[in-house]
């Protein structure tokens, strides 16, 4: 399976509310011209070195490190970097970097320091106020940040073998299978 395969499945999760960018690197939307999503660096540089750090900082709030690797090991940022260059266009990643600038602007009147300095707790609860459209646009950079950050993680190799469990060819069908039993669930 790659990644292009588990995008197209990722696409039937979130329907007609994935956002855009996604829906191109799946082959759902026309891109033309447009690379494959896993081929070398970003084309342009999308973040400030300031933004990237908050973008992998709160990637790790969504999909956190617990007893399976979180986002930054998954490489969810780069992921994220890289579908924002090469998939998607400037009205694409407008919110995503106003969404930004919101969040580090509420942390600094809020607790008096950057957003990517704040602790895990105070930037949940920036996530928060964005999930609840309490900052300006924060709904909707919510709602596309945490797609990119979905799928940037289950379509890795740490969110398909570790998270999840990876049977190419699973075994055959028990209808009397015990639920109890069920450890992870599986990808093919």
Do not use: C, H
Request: charged share 20%.
């Amino acid at each position: 399976m790659d990644r292009r395969d588990a995008l197209a499945g990722m696409v039937a999760m979130f329907g007609a509310q994935i956002f855009a960018p996604l829906a191109r690197a799946a082959g759902v939307t026309p891109g033309a011209g447009m690379p494959v999503i896993d081929q070398g660096a970003p084309s342009v540089q999308v973040f400030t070195p300031d933004q990237r750090a908050l973008m992998s900082a709160l990637s790790e709030r969504v999909m956190p490190t617990t007893d399976t690797p979180g986002a930054i090991a998954a490489g969810v940022p780069a992921y994220i970097e890289k579908l924002l260059a090469d998939w998607a266009v400037a009205e694409d990643r407008e919110p995503i970097l106003s969404g930004l600038a919101e969040i580090d602007a509420r942390s600094r009147q809020d607790y008096g320091l950057p957003a990517v300095q704040a602790k895990p707790d105070q930037q949940d609860a920036l996530l928060t106020l964005t999930m609840n459209d309490a900052l300006p646009g924060g709904a909707e950079f919510f709602k596309a940040f945490r797609q990119m950050v979905i799928v940037g993680y289950y379509t890795s190799e740490i969110g398909i073998t570790q998270e999840r469990e990876y049977l190419p060819v699973p075994s055959e069908y028990n209808g009397a299978f015990p639920y109890s039993q069920v450890n992870k669930v599986y990808s093919a």
